[in-house]
């Protein structure tokens, strides 16, 4: 079903109306723009956060952002990195002089050590945390050793994990800088990324810690926003990501904000459950989680204060616009946007796919018709010119020398052409010899008439062969134009398919797993791709089974009643450990089946026939059946009549028609070999949906259909497939009906029987006596009374194909779900 969005439509009216005074879109977009041009495209935004990470401390003591935000902006954007040092020295410094100090120097170590080392390094990125790490460890301990003239074991550690956490946070600013100073990214965001972007963003809200604005913490309010943003986008899991690492830096950076994790956390689960109910339901998560935390970690004194900080954080995650949330949650997997974003690639994949198919059919097509056209000039006009090469070729060896040149054809021209027309045509109809009636008025008019015989008789072989030539290119043309339009429609369905949405059937999917799961049976995940009429495609995951059949006895036959047809075990892959999945697919059953049997034998009791048979269910719900006959018996007779069935098979499994399948496979066999090795088939395809059947016989016998007792003869005139390289293929239409018996045979058991002057006749009764209807006592009947009637002898390579036609009834009848359906 095709789903129209008209909400994003107005009426002309609103438009014009909207444009004139209202439409504030125009105005807060040239805004946007600006502010990303100046934080973003400039890079002034890292001047901010260089500012706010010189700041952040932890266990108020240890500064280790500094030097790794530096090394990171230097490796991925060189050009900004003198205004990520002035953020740095500048934040560094309203912590203290000395602490500026170090870390200019520290960073002027770093990029003369870095820049020497270039010329030995093969991958930048992955060392540099090594370099940051030793660099900043090297000089906190240098600094240690000048103030206080010497080094303790607590220093030591102290530089050791201020190496330690340079290391780490050169990782992660080296994954979440890029997410900063790229306004166009087009890859979605890896889970490790989000983490490194969260943890960058509680580092830059650290460095807020001291900052109050009315007595309400700016930390306290950023960090709440923050929680706030990532559970109205992503849920309670994100949420809750975001307040746990939040309020581990935070406690980190100041050991009286422990409590505040707590907070953080419980608010990003509870708006994150809340996130169905918007932004007013995400707020409320945090207003309750501050209350309950509030009133359990600090007493009722400060109460008022962390609602009014709450309160805040609400007021700015009420005013955050909602292109700003739907832009951020494109890059953050599980959330709605993510999935349409990826749909959207999907699809525009698939339309690039379907566009180059279409091309390509279209190129196949135009090849096709560019070898169709026939010749420009018309049949006469092209015989005239034939003939007027062949008489010119004929007088320059005969009359150009000849002392009556003159007479014959200056003054006689008209006559000496129709004589000479005359002859060439009676030779070429009467193998080169002339009537005497003609050959004595010849004579009478030529003093030549010898020569011209012997030179007409020299040209017209000639001639024949550039004719049968001509003849031969023409349907070669034909031929492959034939292939090529194949081949083209073949590539045009197969864009269609690809343009071919799978459709939205969340409804049905939780009716389905609803109304099996009442009935007892427990299922992990249902996806529906089709429920068209006979062609349901339904993909079910359920527990392991332990192989009692529980999707073949009980879960089919309960879709067969909820869908209303008969729906079948299609393909299982069943776990292989207890805790495991077994992955089912069922698809809607055939109206009808074929059950086969067959009877075959070589010439003389031989090992090697040369017939061969096949029957091959194509997945376009046909079955065919072939018999193909080799010329002559043993290994080369196989070897022909199996390549004509092996050639079959992979040109109609790939969809290509009937008609063009076969005109291929004998050209493919009349130009392999110049041997005269030929091989017939007979083809019939039967279609499983409503049982009519297609017959094409190429050389082939007849085939035989007992109803009842009635039998029907099918026939067609065709020679072998290999003999002429263009031949028109008759096809043979029969409806079948359930209870049929469809028999096929080779030339060996047809004209098998001795003293038989009628093959049809006696084949006829022998299909009319039948007593049986199981198909492969059916073919060993037919077989051994062919080889009775010679006495036991097998003078040919025999073969019976025997199909019967029957109704498909499930092996287990539905099971009804007493269930109310929408």
Not at 354 to 361: G, K, L, M, N, Y
Not at 774 to 797: K, N, T
Request: glycine content about 6%.
């Amino acid at each position: 079903m095709e789903k129209t969005n008209v909400s994003f439509i107005e009426p002309v009216g609103e438009v014009s109306l909207h444009s004139s005074k209202w439409d504030l879109s125009r105005p807060l977009r040239k805004i946007q723009l600006m502010l990303e041009s100046f934080f973003i495209k400039k890079g002034y935004i890292l001047l901010l956060v260089g500012f706010l990470l010189g700041r952040a401390l932890i266990l108020a003591k240890l500064t280790p952002f500094c030097l790794p935000f530096f090394a990171s902006v230097y490796l991925i954007k060189r050009d900004r990195a003198p205004l990520a040092l002035i953020g740095l020295i500048v934040g560094a410094a309203t912590i203290s002089l000395s602490n500026a100090a170090f870390t200019f120097i520290v960073t002027i170590l770093f990029l003369v050590i870095f820049r020497i080392s270039q010329k030995w390094l093969t991958n930048e990125m992955r060392s540099l945390p090594f370099f940051t790490g030793i660099i900043l460890g090297v000089g906190k301990l240098a600094e240690t050793f000048i103030l206080s003239r010497q080094v303790t074991v607590y220093d030591l550690m102290m530089v050791g994990v201020q190496a330690s956490l340079a290391f780490i946070l050169t990782l992660i600013f080296l994954q979440s800088i890029p997410l900063l100073t790229f306004n166009k990214r087009r890859q979605l965001l890896k889970t490790e990324e989000i983490v490194c972007l969260i943890i960058m963003l509680a580092s830059i809200l650290s460095g807020t810690i001291g900052w109050k604005v009315y007595d309400l913490s700016i930390e306290h309010i950023m960090s709440r926003y923050l929680v706030l943003v990532f559970s109205f986008i992503a849920g309670a899991t994100v949420g809750s990501t975001v307040g746990v690492v939040t309020g581990l830096i935070f406690s980190l950076a100041s050991v009286s904000s422990f409590y505040h994790m707590s907070l953080l956390a419980f608010s990003g689960v509870l708006g994150g459950l809340l996130k169905e109910g918007k932004k007013i339901g995400v707020s409320i998560g945090l207003f309750i989680a501050t209350l309950l935390i509030g009133m359990y970690g600090e007493g009722g004194g400060s109460i008022l204060q962390t609602v009014l900080e709450t309160s805040a954080a609400v007021l700015l995650f009420l005013l955050t616009p909602q292109a700003f949330t739907s832009r951020l949650a494109k890059y953050i997997p599980g959330t709605p946007e993510y999935t349409a974003e990826q749909q959207k690639y999907m699809r525009k994949m698939r339309d690039v796919t379907a566009q180059r198919v279409s091309q390509f059919s279209g190129v196949f097509h135009a090849l096709s018709k560019s070898f169709s056209q026939m010749e420009v000039l018309p049949d006469d006009d092209e015989h005239d010119r034939e003939m007027d090469y062949f008489m010119s070729n004929v007088t320059e060896r005969t009359c150009q020398t000849c002392f009556k040149k003159e007479q014959c054809w200056a003054k006689n021209f008209n006559t000496t052409y129709a004589f000479m027309e005359e002859i060439i045509h009676e030779m070429d109809q009467n193998d080169g010899n002339v009537s005497p009636r003609l050959s004595r008025d010849w004579e009478k008019h030529c003093s030549r008439s010898k020569k011209v015989y012997e030179t007409i008789g020299q040209e017209l072989t000639f001639f024949q062969a550039n004719l049968k030539l001509k003849k031969q290119v023409r349907e070669s043309r034909k031929l492959v134009a034939d292939q090529l339009l194949g081949v083209s429609e073949v590539m045009d369905n197969f864009a269609k398919e690809i343009q071919r949405e799978r459709e939205n059937h969340h409804k049905q999917e939780e009716q389905i797993m609803e109304a099996i799961q009442e009935f007892g049976i427990h299922i992990e995940q249902v996806e529906i791709y089709s429920l068209e009429q006979g062609n349901v495609d339904i993909e079910m995951a359920i527990p392991f089974c332990n192989g009692r059949g529980e999707c073949e006895k009980l879960i089919a036959p309960m879709l067969s009643d909820i869908l209303g047809e008969t729906v079948i075990v299609n393909k299982e892959e069943c776990a292989t450990y207890p805790n495991g999945f077994c992955h089912v697919t069922f698809r809607s059953s055939k109206a009808f089946t074929v059950e086969t049997g067959v009877a075959h034998a070589a010439k003389d009791g031989g090992l090697v026939s040369g017939d061969s048979y096949s029957t091959i269910e194509l997945g376009l719900g046909k079955y065919a059946i072939a018999i193909s006959d080799g010329m002559g018996n043993g290994e080369r007779a196989h070897y022909e009549s199996n390549e004509t069935l092996q050639l079959l098979q992979k040109i109609l499994q790939s969809g290509i028609e009937e008609k063009t399948a076969i005109k291929s496979i004998n050209s493919i066999l009349s130009l392999r070999t110049t041997d005269e090795i030929f091989s017939t088939l007979d083809l019939a395809m039967i279609d499983l949906k409503n049982a009519s059947a297609k017959f094409l016989k190429i050389g082939s016998t007849p085939s035989f259909i007992k109803r009842g007792k009635k039998v029907i003869k099918i026939q067609a005139s065709n020679l072998p497939i290999g003999i002429l390289q263009e031949f028109e293929v008759d096809v043979v239409s029969e409806q079948l009906k359930a209870g049929d018996l469809l028999i096929m045979m080779s030339d060996g058991v047809f004209e098998g029987p001795k003293h038989v002057e009628n093959y049809d006749l006696w084949m006829k009764r022998k299909v009319q006596e039948l007593e049986t209807d199981d198909p492969q006592e059916v073919a060993d009947l037919i077989m051994e009374d062919v080889i009775r009637s010679r006495s036991g002898l097998i003078d040919d390579d025999m073969t019976v194909t025997v199909a019967k036609i029957k109704h498909n009834t499930p092996k287990w009848a539905s099971i009804p779900v007493y269930k109310k359906r929408a």
